[in-house]
């Protein structure tokens, strides 16, 4: 049975909360009266992305679709501070597109093997050790942890190859992959063999090889969804170069140059861009040709389209190793392999600021807790002039001012909102 190739996958991803600060005091024989000893909560885990190279498709996101990495433990007495939640490490092939789900923008291009921090985990809370000043020497709070950014996504496969062979399903595709490298593609006579692209990686010469993919078949109607062809497209979006294999040998009753023109026709459909970018074209099965003149007919059609031609068997590997320099030297002068560029911004987070936040009192300090302020908080860049500024609006907007001040809050009374003290000015 042949393996389903998944190149496009959804999943949801959460970071750890951070784990809750503790109230405790310090408690020794003959020390009459110790002070405040609780410690922090340990961060949340994050959630990383790392590229590995033994993976092929997306299938292991078909089944398993959440991923949340490790809370923060709570803070303890003596000050012992809570360990920080695992980070969950992600794999994924290279070339993997990270997107965002609601509006596709690209977050990663997971194409180096630097790791990527997709989601942070929330800050642990701190424990009432913190919060001990002249006036305030017996704090009886402590602080929450925060939650771990959370963020639904997409996740899409993109070939880094620089090399894709394109064409009709059973032109010889595969045979050429297997005799050129050391890919082992599987090799049947019927339309579709290739379910999933395969990766090879040629070797020219010392300090010179190229790697190449076999895409599976594109048949006419592609580009609009029609068979396998449309699900394969995207990975020659970054192939430098494209090798076009074509059937010369007649034995289906085909004209290689209609084929030529179909599959070019259904790359610029997918996209223009894609049908700009240079071609060398293949007249493959030299060995079996029943008619000479197919071969003289594509040469001219497809040299007078601007393409250079290549007449080969892969079968007999006549003809194989002219091709790879051939390719070898184009290559050397073309721009490297597309990466692409982040485009994603994070927006604020949607928040129903109409729920009541809880306010206590201690020693002229206000603590002010509630589930909208929590995400708050944690969605805000504190050194970002921006994020600031959208910070004081949205507690504005609440209504917390004026509700402090209600209360008979002072300049210079503390206000104190998980990880962040300020003093309060009117």
């Known amino acids: 049975m042949a393996t389903e190739f998944i190149d496009k996958a959804r999943i949801s991803v959460s970071a750890g909360k951070g784990g809750n600060g503790a109230v405790a005091f310090h408690r020794e024989k003959y020390i009459a009266a110790g002070g405040p000893d609780g410690g922090d909560g340990g961060n949340g885990g994050d959630i990383i992305l790392q590229v590995d190279d033994n993976m092929s498709t997306l299938m292991d996101f078909r089944y398993k679709r959440k991923y949340t990495a490790e809370n923060g433990m709570d803070g303890q007495g003596s000050r012992k501070f809570g360990k920080s939640g695992k980070p969950l490490t992600i794999r994924v092939p290279r070339g993997t597109l990270v997107r965002d789900a609601e509006t596709n923008e690209i977050i990663q291009d997971m194409s180096s093997s630097e790791p990527y921090v997709l989601c942070k985990g929330g800050k642990g809370g701190w424990g009432n050790c913190h919060f001990a000043t002249p006036t305030r020497q017996v704090p009886r709070f402590a602080k929450a942890g925060l939650p771990g950014e959370s963020h639904d996504v997409i996740l899409e496969l993109k070939l880094l190859a620089d090399v894709g062979l394109i064409g009709f399903p059973n032109v010889g595709k595969s045979t050429l992959l297997s005799v050129v490298s050391k890919a082992r593609p599987k090799i049947a006579n019927y339309h579709f063999t290739t379910l999933f692209p395969n990766l090879g990686v040629v070797y020219v010469d010392e300090g010179v ?151 206590t009192v201690d020693d002229n300090t206000y603590i002010v807790d509630g589930p909208w302020l929590e995400r708050l908080m944690a969605n805000v860049n504190f050194s970002d002039y921006e994020s600031r500024m959208y910070f004081d609006k949205m507690l504005r907007e609440s209504g917390l001012f004026a509700r402090l001040e209600e209360m008979g809050i002072q300049d210079g009374d503390i206000v104190s909102l998980y990880n962040l003290e300020f003093e309060y000015q009117h």
Do not use: W
Not at 212 to 221: K, R, V, Y
Not at 244 to 249: F, G, R, T
Not at 347 to 356: E, I, M, N
């Open 209 to 359: 090889s190229f790697v190449m993919a076999d895409i599976p078949g594109i048949i006419e109607g592609a580009a609009d969804g029609a068979g396998l062809g449309h699900d394969f497209l995207r990975h020659i979006d970054r192939c430098r170069l494209l090798v076009h294999v074509v059937d010369v040998s007649g034995s289906e009753g085909r004209d290689p140059a209609a084929d030529f023109d179909a599959i070019n026709a259904e790359l610029a459909q997918y996209s223009p861009e894609l049908a700009t970018r240079p071609q060398i074209v293949v007249a493959n099965k030299t060995d079996i040709m029943e008619d000479e003149a197919l071969l003289e007919k594509l040469r001219a059609h497809v040299e007078e389209a601007g393409y250079p031609l290549f007449a080969l068997s892969a079968a007999s590997h006549t003809g194989t190793r002219e091709l790879v320099l051939k390719i070898a030297e184009r290559l050397s002068t073309l721009p490297p392999v597309t990466v692409y560029e982040p485009e994603y911004v994070p927006r604020p987070p949607k928040l129903d600021t109409s729920a009541p936040l809880s306010i």
